[in-house]
């Protein structure tokens, strides 16, 4: 009953279907993500056939997924572990397919504001999930840190490991920063502060130095290229917050590139 309902929700606001899939990437196993997945390319097709008067809409991230495309192509031609390739290659076209289509799609603004809120939402659920894993100490795998580190656990919440986890949530951060910048009422902007404060203090709590390195590049470039000035005033703002920041996270800043950190191999 609940399937049936989903669909013809789905059938009549497209939107819904791309807000269901960027819920089920984070929360759901990975037979009934891919299910939804199919779902809404199924509904993204159908309404740009039936619905629409098709017309290719030539946009400036259509040349960036060919690119993508053609390094996992080659990627997968030449891997020694051909059928883990091609699982990952099918994965990756997927995911360019549903931008592909999504990016063809005529949604308004509004609709499009919707799905990034959701987006946002849908983070700060899991940044909240990954925040009482660190608080509690839920139990991790051993390859996931180093015994020598002092970390007893990291937040990860339903990713495989918190790198993974942390690759998601930097992704994540650049997006609500810009819809913060662009909200025009005052409450609005408190939310989304909300929520982005609670998806970096999960970053931090995933331990993760690449995702730490990958955060402070995407802000850097972000306010490179909306303002430099605000670039500017960001740099002692960052440097001040390294003086509040725990011992644990410092300690691991500082073991980048250390050879004495077996987690750096």
């Keep these: 009953a609940l399937g049936i309902v989903f669909m013809i929700s789905v059938l009549k606001e497209t939107f819904l279907a791309v807000g269901a899939y960027i819920f089920a990437v984070v929360f759901l196993p990975d037979a009934l993500t891919l299910l939804v997945f199919g779902i809404t390319i199924l509904v993204i097709f159908i309404e740009l056939i039936?619905?629409?008067?098709?017309?290719?809409?030539?946009?400036?991230?259509?040349?960036?997924?060919?690119?993508?495309?053609?390094?996992?192509?080659?990627?997968?031609?030449?891997?020694?572990?051909?059928?883990?390739?091609?699982?990952?290659?099918?994965?990756?076209?997927?995911?360019?397919?549903?931008?592909?289509?999504?990016?063809?799609?005529?949604?308004?603004?509004?609709?499009?504001?919707?799905?990034?809120?959701?987006?946002?939402?849908?983070?700060?659920?899991?940044?909240?999930?990954?925040?009482?894993?660190?608080?509690?100490?839920?139990?991790?795998?051993?390859?996931?840190?180093d015994p020598n580190s002092g970390i007893e656990t990291r937040?990860?919440?339903?990713?495989?490991?918190?790198?993974?986890?942390?690759?998601?949530?930097?992704?994540?951060i650049p997006v609500g920063y810009a819809v913060m910048l662009r909200e025009k009422k005052f409450k609005n902007r408190i939310l989304t502060l909300g929520m982005g404060g609670a998806i970096f203090a999960s970053l931090l709590f995933t331990f993760s130095r690449g995702g730490w390195l990958g955060a402070a590049a995407g802000a850097f470039l972000f306010l490179f290229m909306y303002q430099l000035s605000m670039l500017l005033k960001f740099i002692p703002v960052a440097?001040?917050?390294?003086?509040?920041?725990?011992?644990?996270?410092?300690?691991?800043?500082?073991?980048?590139?250390?050879?004495?950190?077996?987690?750096?191999?």
Excluded: C
């Design 239 to 265: 440097l001040m917050g390294l003086m509040i920041l725990p011992a644990s996270i410092l300690s691991r800043i500082a073991s980048i590139g250390s050879l004495q950190d077996a987690s750096n191999f």
């Design 155 to 172: 937040g990860f919440a339903t990713f495989e490991n918190p790198n993974i986890f942390a690759e998601y949530l930097i992704m994540i």
């Design 50 to 145: 039936f619905y629409d008067s098709f017309e290719y809409n030539v946009t400036p991230i259509g040349n960036i997924l060919f690119l993508l495309l053609s390094i996992f192509t080659i990627r997968t031609v030449f891997s020694v572990d051909r059928a883990g390739s091609i699982r990952d290659f099918v994965l990756n076209v997927g995911s360019i397919v549903f931008i592909f289509l999504w990016t063809q799609l005529k949604i308004d603004r509004e609709k499009f504001r919707k799905i990034v809120y959701f987006l946002l939402f849908t983070a700060f659920l899991s940044g909240l999930y990954g925040i009482v894993q660190y608080i509690i100490g839920v139990p991790m795998e051993s390859g996931w840190g």
